[in-house]
């Protein structure tokens, strides 16, 4: 181990090799504090040359590889598991002028989100992904897995941001493409390949990434509906008739009494309902006609409109405080996952299901991204088998033609669940591309793949 | 070779195996009337499951495949270079119903996209990629070829279409995956790398595709402008203006007159304009207000708005009708580049000093998707030399940050291009790829990838 600290601290500077047990100890914990196994070392690279030299190291000391970014991942796969050089992107910060004329800017992988949004707002521009842990979640993190968010149906994921890439292979080889055109039929797509892929074929150093308008002019209503199927035919009307729509959340009655309840809101409707949606509009010129119109076309059972900048934040409050409410109740189960609109009624019911079998402390709250069908659920006070209800909801998603990872990605807690995702024939084409790219295998091990036996 | 017609007749039938050189030829020449080398034979499977048989068959015999689909490629890349067995996709054509609530659709290869177009709309939804060549070209093909059209700047191109895929890897073994969710990280895009591959990877048999509204209500604008910048300019008012915009489509004054001589239409301005931009919106209600408000914000020295549906197709013949007029030129050069916004002036000059250092006979036109800064450039006449020509002007797009072919693919006409794009590293982890999914190099030998020089 010496030796390969000696070797790493002569590529990014003694200073930047963190190998004592106290200072090592903030990169193998997750933002939640949960604890991954003991890593050999930390290093922290500042720039793409040091990462294919700290690369080119490990792979001759044969030495497994934890690409790290923010921190803000939920499945484990930026901790390391025992044994390994964690990679910390952090020092990785530059980011380029905002081209404006081509809505584009290229930024190093350990760019916040935050900061991106900062950087290109002031020009009229924004960046398509956004998501709760901007402040933390770079833009390496956000490619590697693929985040998705909450204007996802309307920009596309993260892939769909990515207009070109530089990242470093196994053996420290630097592969770099940072042409920035949307059409460019030139060979494979690399970006698209390392987008998702979770630092197991490639550590992203740098990205180009697309803008889309920064719209000023917005309008925000949380409707109240009957069901649950009466938000998802909502969605379709919406759609089809405010090509400004800009977000479509929705969360059921658990969910909103958790928030108001932890975070003290007033409840925004004199009666609960059982499902909610909110919706807002982002335009050129205030979209709030526009978004009332299309809502007379709906089942909604009432609505609050927010007035002002000031009243839209109020809205907002119940959606974004939501997530860490639910968090209070510890859920035993959560899931993070992806239905077909026709899918997402279903999967509801299927959980009220398991509330009425289970005994009475047992409790369920559901948010999500009604725009792509991507749900949260959180299921507390089970008394029954964890793995087995899991296996069941998982199995019943697939089968109602959703994925059992949405937005969160694999990492390390899901890898279980792949075989029940993808066909065999599937998994072992992930696997060759996996062997082509890394074929030592250092690349994030027991990520998306099971961990080889330790020896 | 006869031991292997006869294995393949037993799969797909005698009477879709064809070895006679009078119907093989069908499939030796390409939509244009080029001529590729001499197949060994054609086979059309009838199914995925004869399908993965024929690649068995022709893995077994070390016999190289050449995919083929509606044949309306520009780059060579379905044509035999000689002794291949050609694979026409074109008897499965299986379309699934429409599922109108998760705006989806499960299409066999083989199916046409006007077919697809038929199909969808009468639901109120529609297919988000189109081009010229609809009624030939295919939904594999498009997916081959990562096709892109005249939407892309709004849905993206053929790749942002596909949400699951099911193909034929080189030795028979069918990989599946027709999950239909936007939000699907359960481990690496196979959808998004088999677009693009050319058939090099795998051979697309199936795709479950996403819809996007059909918009009736449309407002299009011929708008004349004072320079090629003054209309890259009006598409950044457009894109920030108008979230209804579905259509950019820019021209030169020379492929105006090329196709109002060539079509016999009138022209549409009393006097000639360096450039025109065709603009088109799409929604729910008449967008033709945002439109007109929009057009206020920018340069338009003139410009000619459609009254009614019969105005539109007036409209929209000049462009439609002009890639035939500038066919009529025969030019020595084309070229199917996508620039940056920046790119796109710088580029039109370049063509325009090409010209002036010619002699008297050499002409050029252009048009371009300008949302995504696709030009298609024709220059004829030419004394000088072309393949210079061709590089010099290449090599320019790259250093724009341009990518040297946008939507027609590499095939095999354009691979000695690649290496002006892509660095080395990058090749090579293309050549990774493609040793992982066809080891022994059957699919499309010669396409993307230099031929192996023949034993």
Same mark, same amino acid.
């Given at each position: 181990m010496t030796g390969l600290g000696d070797r790493l601290a002569a590529v990014v500077g003694a200073e930047h090799v963190l190998a004592d047990e106290d200072v090592r100890a903030a990169y193998e914990h997750d933002w939640k504090g949960t604890r991954g196994g003991a890593a050999l070392l930390a290093v922290r690279p500042g720039s793409t040359g040091e990462v294919a030299g700290v690369l080119r190291c490990c792979s001759e000391a044969g030495v497994a590889v934890v690409p790290r970014?923010?921190?803000?991942?939920?499945?484990?796969?930026?901790?390391?598991?025992?044994?390994?050089?964690?990679?910390?992107?952090?020092?990785?910060?530059?980011?380029?002028?905002?081209? /404006?004329?081509?809505?584009?800017?290229?930024?190093?992988?350990?760019?916040?989100?935050?900061?991106?949004?900062?950087? &290109?707002?002031?020009?009229?521009?924004?960046?398509?992904?956004?998501?709760?842990?901007?402040?933390?979640?770079?833009?390496?993190?956000?490619?590697?897995?693929?985040?998705?968010?909450?204007?996802?149906?309307?920009?596309g994921t993260m892939r769909a941001q990515v207009r070109g890439i530089e990242a470093v292979l196994a053996d420290g080889t630097v592969v770099r493409r940072l042409t920035g055109v949307l059409k460019d039929n030139a060979g494979y797509d690399l970006p698209g390949l390392l987008a998702g892929s979770e630092g197991t074929l490639a550590v992203v150093t740098r990205a180009r990434l697309r803008l889309v308008p920064f719209h000023r002019a917005r309008a925000t209503v949380l409707v109240a509906l009957a069901s649950v199927d009466a938000g998802v035919r909502l969605l379709g009307v919406l759609l089809a008739r405010v090509p400004?729509?800009?977000?479509?959340?929705?969360?059921?009655?658990?969910?909103?009494?958790? &928030?108001?309840?932890?975070?003290?809101?007033?409840?925004?409707?004199?009666?609960?309902?059982?499902?909610? &949606?909110? /919706?807002?509009?982002?335009?050129?010129?205030?979209?709030?006609?526009?978004?009332?119109?299309a809502l007379d076309h709906t089942d909604a059972v009432d609505s609050v409109v927010a007035a002002d900048a000031a009243g839209r934040e109020r809205l907002w409050a119940y959606r974004e405080l939501m997530p860490e409410a639910m968090g209070r109740q510890a859920p035993s189960v959560h899931f993070d996952i992806c239905l077909p609109r026709s899918g997402i009624a279903v999967f509801e019911k299927a959980i009220q299901q398991v509330l009425r079998s289970e005994a009475a402390g047992a409790g369920a709250a559901w948010l999500g991204h009604l725009g792509d069908g991507n749900l949260h659920v959180g299921i507390w006070g089970l008394a029954g088998d964890?793995?087995?209800?899991?296996?069941?909801?998982?199995?019943?998603? /697939?089968?109602?033609?959703?994925?059992?990872?949405?937005?969160?990605?694999?990492?390390?807690?899901?890898?279980?669940?792949?075989?029940?995702?993808?066909?065999?024939?599937?998994?072992?084409?992930?696997?060759?591309?996996?062997?082509?790219?890394?074929?030592?295998?250092?690349?994030?091990?027991?990520?998306?793949?099971?961990?080889?036996?330790?020896?």
């Open positions: 970014g923010g921190n803000t991942g939920l499945a484990g796969g930026a901790l390391p598991r025992g044994g390994e050089v964690v990679l910390s992107l952090e020092r990785l910060r530059a980011v380029g002028p905002v081209e /404006v004329a081509d809505a584009l800017v290229e930024a190093e992988a350990g760019v916040t989100l935050a900061r991106l949004q900062e950087h &290109v707002r002031p020009e009229g521009l924004d960046f398509g992904v956004d998501l709760g842990a901007r402040d933390a979640a770079t833009v390496g993190g956000m490619i590697a897995t693929n985040a998705g968010g909450i204007h996802a149906f309307r920009h400004a729509l800009d977000a479509v959340e929705i969360f059921g009655t658990r969910a909103l009494e958790l &928030v108001c309840a932890s975070a003290c809101l007033p409840r925004p409707f004199p009666r609960p309902y059982p499902a909610y &949606v909110l /919706v807002e509009a982002a335009a050129h010129d205030d979209p709030l006609d526009q978004l009332v119109a964890r793995a087995a209800l899991e296996r069941r909801l998982l199995q019943l998603t /697939v089968s109602l033609g959703g994925s059992v990872s949405a937005e969160h990605g694999v990492g390390t807690r899901k890898v279980h669940m792949l075989p029940w995702a993808r066909e065999p024939a599937d998994l072992a084409v992930m696997q060759a591309l996996k062997r082509a790219l890394d074929p030592q295998g250092i690349l994030n091990p027991g990520v998306l793949f099971p961990a080889a036996p330790s020896s």
